[in-house]
């Protein structure tokens, strides 16, 4: 190496954290901020705000996850398989993240395809497009955390 060269070893985990940030770092935007925004609105244009804010989440989301899911698989080829040995923690671990992100994916998926009708009804407490939302910010940050004992766990 010419000293210019950034090893694979140290690329593919950025690549993943940055991916991961944009995936969960969208859905804590919409949650906290532009939810929050949209309900103080009047009828007519809180539903466009919230249609937008769902499209704004949807193209991200669909660009981020499948990147973070990717780099996320190299990176633990990339280090070698033999600490994720079946029964090790680190193998426990990474079984969980992979459950719980394909959890997200799915959540997020039911809220750009099923539930968006929803977002009619912003200020009703039993809206699912809301609740997913707020699921998969709560699997995200637990997805988050895995990832760092992961990291001290296998790496």
């Given amino acids: ?29 919409v949650l906290g901020l532009w939810w929050p ?13 919230l249609r937008r804010a769902a499209g704004g989440l949807n193209a991200l989301v669909a660009a ?5 899911v990717v780099s996320g698989l190299a990176g633990a080829f990339l280090h070698g398989t033999a ?4 029964g090790s923690g680190a193998f426990l671990v990474v079984a969980a993240k992979a459950v719980l992100t394909a959890v997200m994916g799915l959540n997020h ?23 997913l939302l707020v699921v998969n910010v709560a699997l995200g940050v637990v997805v988050l955390l895995l990832g760092l004992s992961l990291r001290r766990l296998a790496l």
């Fill in 1 to 29: 190496m010419d000293g210019k060269e950034i090893p694979l070893q140290t690329f593919i985990p950025w690549v993943h954290v940055f991916a991961f940030s944009i995936w969960l770092g969208a859905n804590l935007f």
């Fill in 37 to 49: 925004a949209g309900r103080g609105l009047p009828p007519g244009p809180r539903l466009e705000v």
């Fill in 64 to 68: 981020a996850a499948p990147v973070a």
């Fill in 83 to 86: 600490q994720f040995a079946p």
């Fill in 109 to 131: 998926g039911l809220q750009a395809f099923r539930y968006e009708v929803s977002l009619e009804h912003p200020l009703d407490g039993r809206n699912p497009w809301m609740r």
